[in-house]
């Protein structure tokens, strides 16, 4: 379900419409006049919502009404819901989401004023020259805008927090005692696509980006919003320079990401983690609190045990890729004083 505040949805839709809509026909026994209210993400939808499973997801627990399936995937008969066969379950979602939220990109820029007449802004907001606030908009009192920062429709910006200039927020929840560097552009689309034989078909992106309180956001950093679900950044967590963070991701509370670090979308980082420079973290890796990463290290999609230390790639404990370091260097030695 998308947030209001951001976004238009332009349903009900009835299940006759979406399914003619991805050229896809009635399941047998559905009713085509039946009323669809909105996209969900496949754990948090209910009766009124459609979804879709993809490779590797399991059915039978959604609560939703209608949801999107592989020809190839075994559909549970317990379950509720009307499942929908089709080629692609992606394809077809990523379609409807786009007919409930047709303008789900950036935003549409409509006013012709610098601040939006409906924005709400506290005492003792401090906004510098070429400020762009769209409508809908609330900053918390003692709060500080660089210049040229765009805030889009609906944000919100807690109390007392810095921001540069040259920043842009859109589709996000800011809370008190943030500091964003200039630069910073939080809210962005996830890179979310789905490949067809017409080429990469784009995944609507209609979540959310969560900034707690106290965390501090470097300059040129990127943090896109969740598909459908919520990017997160824990309270106190401090994020260097020209980091990039993709779309549904969960970072904990105080922790260290260092300049250059990549972590792909659906990523969960415990508290206290500590991520070296240049890092990099595959899609979907689970990482325990208070792990550290060493510079370069590379996370594959799996789980990390918290309070290690790892380095490599792929990433391994400290000790273990320390070991595989100097047995390299020894292997190395004795050919050369082969050849020699």
Partial sequence: MADPRFYDNRGPFTLAQVCTSVSIALPEGARGTDSIADVARLDG?????????????????????????????????????????????????AAIAALFYPQHGSGVWEQKEAIHPTARIDEK???????????????????????????????????????????GIAFAYIGDRVQILPGAQIGQPGFG????????????????VIVQDAAEIGAGTTIDRGALGDTVIGEGTKIDNLVQIGHNSRIGRHCIIVAQTGISGSCEIGDFVVLGGQAGIADHARIGARARFAARAAAAPREYAGGEDYGGTPARPMKEWRR?????????????????
């Fill in 45 to 93: 939808a209910g009766p009124q919502h459609l979804t879709f499973c993809a490779d590797g997801e399991t059915v039978e627990a959604t609560r939703a009404g209608w949801c999107f399936v592989g020809r190839g995937v075994r559909v549970p008969t317990s379950a509720a819901a009307c499942f929908i066969p089709c080629d692609s379950a992606q394809q077809a979602f």
């Fill in 125 to 167: 907001v401090h906004l510098a020259p070429g400020v762009v606030i769209g409508p809908g908009a609330q900053i918390g009192t003692g709060t500080r805008v660089g210049p040229n920062t765009v805030i889009g429709r609906g944000v919100m910006i807690g109390r007392d927090c810095e921001i540069g200039a040259h920043a």
């Fill in 193 to 208: 696509y789905v490949a067809s034989e017409r080429g990469h078909l784009n995944i609507p992106q209609l979540g959310r």
């Fill in 324 to 340: 595989e370091l100097a047995a390299v260097a020894l292997l190395a030695k004795r050919g050369r004083s082969q050849r020699e």
